[in-house]
């Protein structure tokens, strides 16, 4: 049997970020899917989503409200934030929140995060 490599989905109103994210999740193995904005990603619905990794500052939907949209849809869906703005950052780990990262983010620390979710989403069904 063949294992289903997991999917990404990425969504940042940024070409540059969304070009390298792509390519770092796909290296590491996953399937990446880029969207410019929450509208298209929300359009093609979330099935066959592993997890999904959103910018917060985004014109239209930004990505604190996709986050909640998503939990309301797919409670189970790992969601990871980014952000160029540290104090948000910040007060969000302060809060407790993990899944907050900040840009230029770590990318050994997001793939480690990334493959500890998909782990404990996978061993909790």
Same mark, same amino acid.
């Given at each position: 049997? !063949?294992?289903?490599?997991? $999917? +990404?989905?990425? &969504?940042? %109103?940024?070409?540059?970020?969304?070009?390298?994210?792509? #390519?770092?999740?796909?290296?590491?193995?996953? &399937? =990446?899917?880029?969207?410019?904005? =929450?509208?298209?990603?929300? =359009?093609?619905?979330?099935?066959?989503? %592993?997890?999904? !990794?959103?910018?917060?500052?985004?014109?239209?939907?930004?990505?604190?409200?996709?986050? %909640?949209? &998503? *939990?309301?849809?797919?409670?189970?869906?790992? $969601?990871?934030? !980014?952000?160029?703005?540290?104090?948000? =950052? #910040?007060?969000? *780990? +302060?809060?407790? +929140?993990?899944?907050?990262?900040?840009?230029?983010?770590? &990318?050994?620390?997001?793939?480690?995060? +990334?493959?500890?979710?998909?782990?404990?989403?996978?061993?909790?069904?």
């Amino acid at each position: 049997m !063949i294992k289903r490599r997991p $999917v +990404v989905a990425v &969504v940042d %109103d940024d070409p540059r970020v969304l070009e390298s994210l792509e #390519d770092l999740l796909e290296s590491a193995g996953y &399937v =990446a899917r880029s969207f410019p904005s =929450a509208g298209p990603l929300l =359009a093609g619905g979330l099935s066959g989503v %592993d997890l999904l !990794i959103t910018d917060i500052g985004m014109p239209g939907t930004n990505g604190l409200e996709l986050r %909640d949209l &998503v *939990r309301k849809a797919r409670p189970d869906l790992p $969601v990871f934030l !980014i952000t160029g703005r540290h104090e948000i =950052a #910040d007060q969000g *780990r +302060v809060q407790g +929140v993990s899944g907050f990262f900040r840009k230029p983010f770590d &990318v050994k620390r997001l793939l480690a995060a +990334v493959g500890d979710a998909l782990r404990n989403r996978d061993s909790g069904r």
